[in-house]
C-alpha cells in the first residue's frame, strides 16, 4: 500500500485504457474535439511526419503505426467508451488529400469499414455554441495546403515525360514526379520563405496557393522553403507590404538576376519562336508567355530539356498552359472541385479558339 490516504483505490483499468483518456482529456481540454489519430500519435505510436506524409496523398494508408491494427483498435474502443461516458457529440469528418483531386484518405491497411469511420469520426464538447461549433467545425474538416519539392536530381514528369534540373520544383502524385505544367501549378510564381507578413499576404490573395518544400538531409525531414502564388496575388501583397521605393528596388534586383543567369536572350528567343508559331499572338503577350515558361527553377516547359531547344510541341505547350489560365475558367473549375480531366474537356474549345485565332497575323 502506498503510504498517505489509505482510502485511495489504485487505478485498477489497465494501463492503456488510462493512456488513452488522458490523451483525450489533454486534448478536448486543448481544442474541444478529440480526433482518433491525435490520440494514437499522443499514444507514441504514430509521428507527426507520418501524418504529413499521407496526408500529402503519398501514401495508400497511415503507415508507420508502430502497433498492429487490433492494438489500434483496442485503443479506439477505449476512446469510444470514455467519449459515451463524458456525453461527446460524434462528428463525422471528412478526411481529403492535398492532392489535386483531394481524395478521400485510408487510414488502415485494410481498409475495414468499421475501423476507418471510428477513425474519422471526431468526438466533440457538447453544448458549444452554435459559432463556435462552426468554426470547430471548420478546423476540423481544413485540407492540408498542396505542396510539391525541390528534387535532390534531375527528374522526368510521369505525365509529359519531358526531364528537368534538380532546380525544377515538382509535385509528387500517385508516385510520379509531375512538373509544373501538368501539375496545373505552371502560372504560379515562387516566393521564398523569410518575410512571413508577405507570405501570409500573399498565400490570402491568390485563390490557389502551394507549399514548396525542400529534404533537410540534416533534420531528415522537409521543410517549407517558401510558397506558389498567382503573380497577381504576390504584387497585390508587396503592394501592402512595401512603400513604392522599395518595390522599384525589388523588381529591378529580380530583373538583374534574371539578366545575369543569362536567361533574358533565350526568353526572347523563346518570344520570337512562338510568334512564328502563332503569327496571330500579340508580341508583347508572346514575351510575357516566354519569360513566364522560361523561368529558372520554375519547372515550367520552358525549363525542360525540350524546352530548351524550342522544340514545337514545348513552345506549343507553353502556349496552351497560358491561354489556359488567362483566357479560360480553367482555374475556377478546379477550385470548384471539377476534375482535372472534366475541366480540361470543358475548356478545350476555348483554347483551340483563342490558338486558331492567334495562327494568322
Ligand atoms: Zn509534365
Keep these: 500500500m502506498r503510504n498517505g490516504d489509505d482510502q485511495a483505490l489504485p487505478d485498477q483499468r489497465p494501463k492503456l485504457q488510462r493512456k488513452v483518456i488522458a490523451a483525450a482529456e489533454s486534448q478536448l481540454a486543448k481544442q474541444k474535439y478529440v480526433a482518433p489519430i491525435d490520440v494514437i500519435v499522443a499514444l507514441g505510436w504514430l509521428s507527426s511526419s507520418n501524418i504529413d506524409f499521407w496526408r500529402a496523398g503519398r501514401a495508400p494508408y497511415l503507415n508507420g503505426i508502430a502497433v498492429g491494427e487490433d492494438k489500434v483498435a483496442g485503443a479506439l474502443v477505449y476512446l469510444a467508451q470514455w467519449a459515451q461516458e463524458q456525453g461527446l457529440e460524434r462528428s463525422e469528418v471528412p478526411y ?185 499572338c500579340p508580341a508583347e503577350r508572346a514575351m510575357e508567355i516566354a519569360t513566364h515558361a522560361a523561368q529558372r527553377g520554375s519547372g515550367r516547359v520552358g525549363r525542360s530539356a525540350a524546352g530548351r531547344a524550342l522544340d514545337a510541341k514545348a513552345v506549343r505547350a507553353a502556349v496552351v498552359a497560358s491561354v489556359r489560365h488567362l483566357d479560360t475558367p480553367y482555374d475556377t473549375l478546379l477550385m470548384a472541385g471539377v476534375a482535372r480531366s472534366d475541366a480540361r474537356a470543358q475548356i478545350r474549345a476555348t483554347i483551340d479558339a483563342v490558338l486558331d485565332g492567334w495562327a494568322t497575323p
Design 96 to 280: 481529403a488529400a492535398a492532392t489535386r483531386d483531394r481524395r478521400p484518405l485510408q487510414f488502415t491497411e485494410s481498409g475495414e469499414p468499421t475501423l476507418e469511420l471510428v477513425f474519422r469520426t471526431h468526438l466533440v464538447a457538447p453544448g458549444l455554441s452554435e459559432k463556435k461549433r462552426e468554426q470547430i467545425d471548420a478546423r476540423q474538416s481544413k485540407v492540408p495546403d498542396l505542396a510539391v519539392i525541390t528534387p535532390t536530381k534531375a527528374w522526368d514528369c510521369g505525365t509529359c515525360g519531358r526531364h528537368y534540373e534538380a532546380e525544377d520544383f515538382l509535385l509528387m502524385e500517385d508516385d510520379a514526379p509531375l512538373c509544373m505544367d501538368c501539375a496545373d501549378f505552371g502560372h504560379l510564381v515562387f516566393l521564398p520563405a523569410g518575410n512571413a507578413t508577405l507570405s501570409r499576404r500573399a498565400k490570402a490573395e491568390s485563390t490557389l496557393a502551394v507549399l514548396v518544400m525542400e529534404f533537410n538531409r540534416r533534420r531528415k525531414h522537409y521543410q517549407r522553403i517558401g510558397i506558389l502564388v498567382e503573380q497577381e496575388a504576390l504584387e497585390r501583397a508587396e503592394e501592402k507590404n512595401l512603400a513604392d521605393e522599395d518595390i522599384r528596388a525589388l523588381r529591378r534586383a529580380r530583373d538583374a538576376e534574371r539578366r545575369a543567369a543569362g536567361d533574358i536572350d533565350f526568353q526572347a528567343e523563346m518570344a520570337g519562336e512562338i510568334r512564328l508559331a502563332f503569327p496571330g
